[in-house]
């Protein structure tokens, strides 16, 4: 059990059902949430025991200290420590909490947070770039629009490599990928109008491969082709 001085509400974590005492007033001012559960009209108000069986501790840590000291203490990467995988879940999954109890400026915190881990290259100088389970995580718990969607998708067009996408299954984060991906050229033909003149090698959209001829370089037909290859 932890616990706070001062007029307090219990907020009832995770399946363990661990507690947390804390103060109401505190709560009740950064999120609509806890705004709404703490007035004297819902059982919970009256009890002053808001049930939070779906989260768990570690998320709902992040967010007393943030309530508390408005920081979120995140560690960096480090050259002696490399494994961040479950740094960036928590902070993740914080953003996350913030959408559930609408408290934006935690979610705003959470983000510079990520920023800061992921903007720390690693020993061989390279950018974070989401994995697959980050980004599917982060559009698990994210409406259409939301940052932190953008967020993985910037990142992943910035720094991304092609086996990023392998197991990706949320058809949202490859619509906007693909969108982000559209945007970004459209963006350079509008700074570089000379850019958008068309020119394509139509040998990439070719079967044969870069070492065997095209048919218009030879004067061989179609069929005698084939016997090539």
Known sequence: MRSFEGDITTL????????YHVHRDRFAARSAFFGIAAKPDWKEGRERRIPLPDDVPE??????????????FSRTRSDEDENTSGEL???IDGFV??????????????????IALLSTPDKKTRPWSP?????DRAYRGTPE?????KLMVDQLLLHGQRDNLDGVYHIDHLV????????SRTAIRLK??????????????????DDQPCYRDTGLSTPELRELW
């Open 145 to 149: 629009g939301s940052p932190l969607r």
């Open 12 to 19: 009832v974590v995770g399946l363990q059902e661990l507690q």
């Open 176 to 183: 906007d990928l693909a969108a982000a991906s559209i945007d």
């Open 59 to 72: 998320v709902v840590d992040l967010y007393i200290q943030w309530v508390y000291t408005r920081s979120i």
């Open 131 to 135: 994995s697959t389970s980050h980004a």
């Open 89 to 91: 879940d928590l902070l």
């Open 97 to 114: 909490f913030g959408e559930k109890i609408q408290d934006r400026q935690f979610q705003d915190a959470s983000v510079d947070s990520l």
């Open 192 to 209: 570089n109008p000379k850019k958008s003149t068309i020119n394509v090698n139509n040998c990439w959209y070719h079967h044969h491969a």
